[in-house]
């Protein structure tokens, strides 16, 4: 019998890219792959590229250059250690990774990975395989069912794409060319691959796209289903407990979502809403096609139908003309909406995006200190969210087994960490804990016998509007 042959993904970025690599390993497992978390061991490397990063092409090519010290190692010890580059760089750079880094054998955009077989064959025969188009064929029909066991191996909680791409062309955002124009998968489909999950232990889904709140799959009925309806019908999946969907844009937050909001128990109060920006001359020129009234009004409706409920977001500091009283505006707005947490970057210009022709450039000192200043404050709302839990008894989900040695972690409905004294046989189980501390950004408790009180928690601070 041939030995199985060992599989490393590397992946960049994104929970896209997480889930994409899930079904790269699932792609080649008939071929006989097996992953494995050694790369020194791997007869096929597979660097799955994140765009979003700065300098994203550079630290790709940089990290061929390893791996071509790597394939000449593997080959003086008899080993042939093929490298192929996915994702949203692969898209981008297409033949350029070959011209520039010929030791990489293929080259797949995201939209082709379920070729991923025949490019190796191909270049096996060819030497080189490169597929950057955008197939006509919906890749989700024929990528293969991840197996149970592989299902079980990745725990309670699992992402599901339910959405790709994006037609908002935001002007510092490189996904509209990389994913490509914003499809939804149809219901039937996404709710069989839930069903399966489900069947091997998976009580958490986090349904994801790029613009996850744009979804309009076609729904048994023959129409298009919001994500508030999918939503719904996902609840009824017998072992689903949580639901979770990332990311949103404010302009395509539906009635129906928000009403999910207040009528699905499983579907988490914690909501990533991306703004960017609290200007609206920012917003006008990042091409958001939202003011920071619309972000502020779609927040008090998730508020109103749902008090528990927490946001994060995401900011970008520095976009090309940012002043500082455009920075001023996202500082009053982060105070005005009061995070559970977000992520916030220093602006970089992506080659090919209409930002990265913008001359009106931030200056590297203004933009450090202003990430600086949003980054303390956006902390100390965190912190302050954390702290609020102390004393109140909350619902965790509990996932693995801690390194702290009889320690079980799971997370809150608001993604906090967790930790409790117990056996693992709680693995899978959302339970009532009691946070007694924190340490650092972890909830330390213990079990409770009661449940939490309904609605227990609010975020530090309240919008106004609407209020
Ligand atoms: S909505 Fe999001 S994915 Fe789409 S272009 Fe804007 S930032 Fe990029």
Redesign the pocket.
């Known amino acids: 019998m041939t030995p199985p042959r060992k599989l490393h993904i590397k992946s960049y970025g994104c929970q896209m890219n997480v889930y994409d690599a899930q079904r790269m390993v699932d792609t080649l497992a008939p071929e006989g792959f097996v992953e494995t978390a050694n790369a020194e061991e791997a007869d096929l490397v597979i660097l799955n590229t994140c765009h979003i990063r700065e300098k994203a092409s550079e630290k790709t090519y940089s990290e061929l250059g390893r791996l071509r010290v790597a394939r000449e190692e593997a080959a003086r010890n008899g080993r042939d250690l093929r490298i192929a580059v996915a994702g949203c760089v692969a898209q981008a750079e297409g033949e350029e990774i070959i011209r520039r880094a010929p030791v990489v054998d293929v080259v797949v955009g995201p939209q082709s990975y379920h070729h991923l077989p025949q490019l190796l064959a191909r270049a096996a025969r060819n030497g080189k395989a490169i597929e950057t188009e955008f197939p006509a064929e919906d890749k989700f029909t024929f990528l293969p069912q991840p197996k149970s066991d592989a299902i079980r191996a990745r725990g309670v909680s699992a992402f599901v794409t339910v959405q790709e791409g994006?037609?908002?062309?935001?002007t510092?955002?490189?996904?509209?060319y990389t994913?490509g124009a914003e499809v939804s998968r149809p219901v039937d489909k996404v709710v069989d691959d839930v069903k399966r999950l489900a069947d091997n232990g998976v009580r958490e889904l986090t349904l994801i796209g790029?613009?996850v709140n744009a979804y309009h799959g076609e729904g048994p009925d023959g129409r298009p289903w919001p994500l508030g309806k999918l939503l719904h019908r996902l609840a009824t999946v017998p072992g689903i407990k949580r639901l979770r969907y990332s990311?949103s844009?404010p302009r395509d937050v539906e009635d129906s979502l928000i009403e999910a909001h207040r009528d699905v128990p499983a579907l988490m109060p914690f909501v990533h809403l991306?703004v960017?920006s609290g200007s609206d001359r920012i917003l006008a020129a990042?091409?958001?096609k939202h003011t920071v009234r619309d972000y502020i009004e779609v927040i008090d409706r998730f508020r109103h139908a749902r008090q528990d409920i927490a946001f994060s977001s995401d900011f970008i500091v520095g976009f090309p003309g940012e002043s500082a009283q455009d920075f001023s505006a996202t500082l009053a707005l982060v105070m005005q909406i009061g995070y559970a947490g977000a992520y916030s970057f220093k602006y970089s210009p992506r080659p090919g995006t209409p930002a990265a022709e913008m001359r009106e450039m931030v200056q590297a000192s203004d933009m450090d200190e202003r990430l600086a200043r949003l980054q303390e404050l956006i902390d100390s709302q965190q912190s302050a969210f954390n702290r609020a839990a102390i004393g109140t008894t909350v619902d965790v989900l509990f996932e693995r087994a801690a390194r702290n040695r009889g320690q079980i972690v799971g997370r809150t409905a608001y993604l906090q960490p967790a930790h409790v004294m117990a056996s693992s046989d709680i693995i899978g189980e959302v339970l009532p804990v009691r946070i007694e501390g924190l340490e650092r950004y972890s909830l330390l408790g213990e079990l409770a016998t009661t449940a939490p009180a309904q609605s227990a928690r609010t975020a530090p601070s309240q919008t106004t509007i609407g209020a």
Do not use: A, E, I, S
């Open positions: 994006c037609d908002k062309f935001c510092f955002c490189v996904v509209p994913r790029q613009n990311t844009h991306p960017q990042m091409n958001r």
